[in-house]
């Protein structure tokens, strides 16, 4: 059975489960802490999260309070599982993620290797003063549509790879939900990126830039699932690797060194290597988007039924 009540900061509903009243939650929506008051109700509504971040409980001692693991397709997963499954969801799911987000990366890619070229075989006596001009402005118009797209096809990709866990990805609503999320996307990505150069910058600050990106692993995946607003995306990332740092760290450095590598393997290969290494990112994504339900179904006992709600669609 769940309590429900209202959040004193936003005054949005809460529904928690696992949890006893005088303890207290962090709200999903604005992020403060409430206290679960004595008039909250218990009802049958599926809870927004089974276990509460770290949670205070009527003593003042802060402790953190887990569900039991429920296992289904969300996970748990073991390493092993972890590398099957991704390659399993590509490959059943190959024309769909083909069509949100490998397409317009190879014509983003095929863009920038076209302009380059011509810049190579600009005739001699062109002026090359004028010549570097355009080809500057053009390299500028290619960075930003590479953002753009990027940014709108890694939103897509990740619903899509929940969504299939339903049936048939529906490409018209990844697309539709990724542009409704296009600016917080795109703003949180901005800020993570000037936090990791303010700390890599210099040697002693690299040790921080790589806890930090661990930590910050999976901004975009609450932002695409939780609907979440930017800063509260970093905070909720961080909330959910926290005591699971290494496990995350050892899973990217399994998974995502060997698609790096490949990548630089295939960049060798003239004009046809940059085209081929953009079939290998959607693979990490995959990853990603496991290891963070992974994580949602160790710590909150996430449910499909959960993420269904989370997507805003039905299970069939």
């Known amino acids: 059975m769940s309590l429900k009540f209202n959040c004193p900061a936003c005054g949005k509903p809460i529904i928690v489960a696992y949890l006893k009243k005088g303890e207290t939650v962090r709200c999903k929506n604005c992020n403060a802490d409430a206290v679960i008051p004595d008039n909250a109700v218990e009802t049958g509504e599926q809870p927004e999260y089974l276990a509460s971040l770290p949670v ?7 402790e953190e309070i887990r569900p039991p693991v429920i296992e289904s397709m969300l996970g748990p997963r ?56 355009y080809y500057f402005a053009l390299m500028i118009v290619i960075l930003v549509t590479s953002i753009i797209v990027s940014t709108i096809t ?88 926290k005591k699971s740092w290494w496990r995350v760290f050892g899973i990217v450095l399994v998974f995502y060194l060997p698609c ?7 960049y060798m290969i003239p004009y046809a290597g940059v085209f081929l290494a953009v079939f290998i990112f959607p693979a990490c994504l995959i990853a990603s988007v496991l290891l963070y339900l992974d994580l949602r179904v160790r710590k909150e006992g996430y449910t499909p039924d959960l993420l269904a709600k989370d997507l805003g669609m039905e299970q069939t």
Do not use: H
């Open 154 to 241: 890694t939103a897509a990709t990740i619903r899509a790879v929940c969504a299939q866990f339903y049936g048939k990805v529906d490409i018209d609503r990844c697309f539709k939900d990724a542009f409704g999320k296009f600016w917080r996307m795109l703003g949180a990505g901005s800020l993570a990126a000037l936090g990791f150069g303010a700390m890599a910058i210099t040697i002693i600050g690299i040790p921080f830039a790589l806890y930090y990106g661990i930590c910050w692993a999976f901004i975009a995946n609450v932002i695409v699932i939780e609907n979440s607003k930017v800063i509260n995306a970093f905070y909720r990332s961080k909330q959910l690797v």
């Open 260 to 266: 790096a590598i490949l990548q630089r393997v295939l």
């Open 56 to 62: 205070v409980s009527g003593s003042g001692k802060r």
């Open 78 to 133: 073991t390493l092993g599982k972890f590398i099957n499954d991704s390659f399993k969801i590509y490959s059943n799911n190959f024309s769909a993620i083909f069509f949100l987000y490998i397409v317009w990366q190879i014509v983003v890619t095929a863009f920038w290797l076209g302009t380059t070229l011509l810049l190579k075989l600009s005739p001699k006596g062109i002026d090359l003063e004028k010549g570097f001009k």
